[in-house]
């Protein structure tokens, strides 16, 4: 089996593991990226979730960053080049639209640029844990067959938090997870006005719900908000099907994603004036699983931390965005702090509980169930991520993590 060591090693390729392998080649270190699908940018570019949430203050008043640095610099290129504005609702947040292909070609380009050695179409199969380290990890690549990698420091940012699962390290697992979305788009739309688009699907699906055309879990179907361009909009239901992580559960999830969409495709196309022309222009590849298994960290970022609004001495990121639970047997249900408000997430939330060269980004940094509903959004994400790539490289350099999380908290970012 070939070998191969890394100083840094980030596994996924999602928005926290974009930032944290970026963060980290900055420093100029050796840094090697695991990521199972063949492009980066994880839910962001697979499940095509589309907008990003977490950038902004939660405030009346327009659109202003909350987060500083990477995050601040990743968004506003991807702003510029999906040619998008942030929207605004009635609830005081905010959030940008991005084009899934601009998501994955920029990724892909800030990989390449700092010279992280990415695998793509790559797994990990198993981990190996010495004296409180991880000592090797075992991927499968498509081209190369089995490698073993020994890293100096491991990144989790896998989202379900892989290395701990494997390693057999405490996991924050949750009793029932928030339900799974898909979304998919269609074409040969006659409506033109979005906001209206969304008012006419929520009508007629009550409708149809209530006059037994359609069953009861048709009315959780959204706007994929600044989705509709030239006669196309993207559509996001909600699973009826429970995420259970079981043997068989993503393929019955996908399913049954499948079977809602034809259903409600032909269903809209038959009744609705606005969707009579309508066809199936794509699928997203993935179904959206909004959480898993966080790693039982330092600190554990509870539910009380963010509607409180807590800070920290070792804050990482600013966090503007309420929790957010998509339940199974409900529509969104979102649970918010004062307006102008925020929490912060401490940088002891991104390292793994006895184990000395672990740390996580994303939505599997160490959270309850509650926290986690608003820590996972893609704005919160990139600044753990980066946090996490930072303080590896700093671990590994001899820096304080003191001087890091000042510079973090300031808005630097690292040049060499
Ligand atoms: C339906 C849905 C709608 C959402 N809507 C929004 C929204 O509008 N705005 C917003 O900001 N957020 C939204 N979110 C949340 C947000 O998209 C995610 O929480 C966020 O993108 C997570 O980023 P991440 O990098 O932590 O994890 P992920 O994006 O999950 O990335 C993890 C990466 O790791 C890879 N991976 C996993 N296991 C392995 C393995 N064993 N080996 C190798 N690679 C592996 C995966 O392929 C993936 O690329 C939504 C989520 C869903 C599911």
């Given at each position: 089996?070939?070998?191969?060591?890394?100083?840094?090693?980030?596994?996924?390729?999602?928005?926290?593991?974009?930032?944290?392998?970026?963060?980290?080649?900055?420093?100029?270190?050796?840094?090697?990226?695991?990521?199972k699908?063949?492009?980066?940018?994880?839910?962001?570019?697979?499940?095509?979730?589309?907008?990003?949430?977490?950038?902004?203050?939660?405030?009346?008043?327009?659109?202003?960053?909350?987060?500083?640095?990477?995050?601040?610099?990743?968004?506003?290129?991807?702003?510029?080049?999906s040619?998008?504005?942030?929207?605004?609702?009635?609830?005081?947040?905010?959030?940008?639209?991005?084009h899934?292909?601009?998501?994955?070609?920029?990724?892909?380009?800030?990989?390449?640029?700092?010279?992280?050695?990415?695998?793509?179409?790559?797994?990990?199969?198993?981990?190996?844990?010495?004296?409180?380290?991880?000592?090797a990890?075992?991927?499968?690549?498509?081209?190369e067959?089995?490698?073993?990698?020994?890293?100096?420091?491991?990144?989790?940012?896998?989202?379900?938090?892989?290395?701990?699962?494997?390693?057999?390290?405490?996991?924050?697992?949750?009793?029932?997870?928030?339900?799974?979305?898909?979304?998919?788009?269609?074409?040969?739309?006659?409506e033109?006005?979005?906001?209206?688009?969304?008012?006419?699907?929520?009508?007629?699906?009550?409708?149809?719900?209530?006059?037994?055309?359609?069953?009861?879990?048709f009315?959780?179907?959204?706007?994929?908000?600044?989705?509709?361009?030239?006669?196309?909009?993207?559509?996001?239901?909600?699973?009826?099907?429970?995420?259970?992580?079981?043997?068989?559960?993503?393929?019955?999830?996908?399913?049954?994603?499948?079977?809602?969409?034809?259903?409600?495709?032909?269903?809209?196309?038959?009744?609705?004036?606005?969707?009579?022309?309508?066809?199936?222009?794509?699928?997203?590849?993935?179904?959206?699983?909004?959480?898993?298994?966080?790693?039982?960290?330092?600190?554990?970022?509870?539910?009380?931390?963010?509607?409180g609004?807590?800070?920290?001495?070792?804050?990482?990121?600013?966090?503007?965005?309420?929790?957010?639970?998509?339940?199974?047997?409900?529509?969104?249900?979102?649970?918010?702090?004062?307006p102008?408000?925020?929490?912060?997430?401490?940088?002891?939330?991104?390292?793994?509980?006895?184990?000395?060269?672990?740390?996580?980004?994303?939505?599997?940094?160490?959270?309850?169930?509650?926290?986690?509903?608003?820590?996972?959004?893609?704005?919160?994400?990139?600044?753990?991520?980066?946090?996490?790539?930072?303080?590896?490289?700093?671990?590994?350099?001899?820096?304080?993590?003191?001087?890091?999380?000042?510079?973090?908290?300031?808005?630097?970012?690292?040049?060499?």
């Amino acid at each position: 089996m070939k070998l191969q060591r890394t100083d840094i090693l980030v596994l996924g390729g999602g928005a926290a593991g974009i930032a944290a392998a970026s963060a980290a080649a900055d420093t100029g270190l050796d840094v090697t990226l695991v990521e199972k699908n063949g492009y980066a940018g994880g839910k962001a570019t697979a499940a095509e979730v589309g907008t990003i949430c977490g950038l902004y203050r939660f405030s009346f008043d327009s659109a202003d960053y909350i987060v500083k640095g990477f995050a601040r610099d990743f968004a506003e290129e991807l702003r510029i080049r999906s040619g998008t504005t942030p929207l605004s609702n009635a609830s005081g947040l905010h959030y940008l639209p991005y084009h899934i292909d601009v998501f994955k070609q920029y990724s892909y380009e800030l990989l390449n640029t700092k010279g992280v050695r990415v695998f793509f179409h790559s797994h990990v199969t198993a981990v190996t844990v010495k004296e409180k380290q991880v000592n090797a990890v075992f991927i499968h690549t498509q081209d190369e067959g089995e490698i073993e990698i020994r890293p100096r420091i491991v990144i989790d940012c896998t989202g379900e938090s892989t290395v701990a699962r494997l390693a057999d390290l405490t996991v924050i697992r949750s009793e029932h997870y928030q339900a799974a979305a898909q979304v998919f788009t269609l074409q040969g739309i006659k409506e033109t006005h979005e906001g209206k688009l969304g008012l006419i699907l929520m009508k007629e699906l009550r409708m149809a719900i209530q006059q037994g055309k359609l069953d009861h879990y048709f009315d959780r179907v959204y706007v994929v908000q600044g989705s509709l361009h030239d006669g196309t909009v993207s559509l996001k239901i909600g699973i009826p099907v429970p995420v259970t992580y079981c043997p068989g559960n993503l393929d019955a999830l996908r399913a049954s994603a499948f079977d809602f969409i034809y259903r409600l495709t032909t269903y809209l196309k038959e009744n609705v004036a606005a969707f009579k022309e309508v066809t199936i222009e794509h699928i997203a590849p993935e179904v959206g699983i909004r959480v898993g298994q966080r790693t039982h960290g330092r600190y554990v970022l509870t539910e009380e931390d963010v509607l409180g609004c807590k800070k920290f001495p070792d804050a990482i990121a600013d966090c503007g965005w309420p929790i957010e639970e998509w339940e199974q047997d409900r529509r969104v249900h979102m649970r918010y702090f004062e307006p102008e408000e925020f929490y912060q997430v401490p940088a002891r939330c991104l390292r793994a509980n006895g184990i000395d060269n672990l740390y996580m980004g994303g939505r599997n940094i160490s959270a309850t169930d509650g926290a986690i509903a608003s820590a996972r959004v893609i704005g919160i994400c990139l600044q753990t991520g980066y946090a996490a790539g930072r303080l590896a490289a700093a671990q590994l350099q001899g820096i304080s993590a003191d001087s890091i999380i000042e510079e973090i908290q300031l808005g630097a970012v690292y040049s060499s």
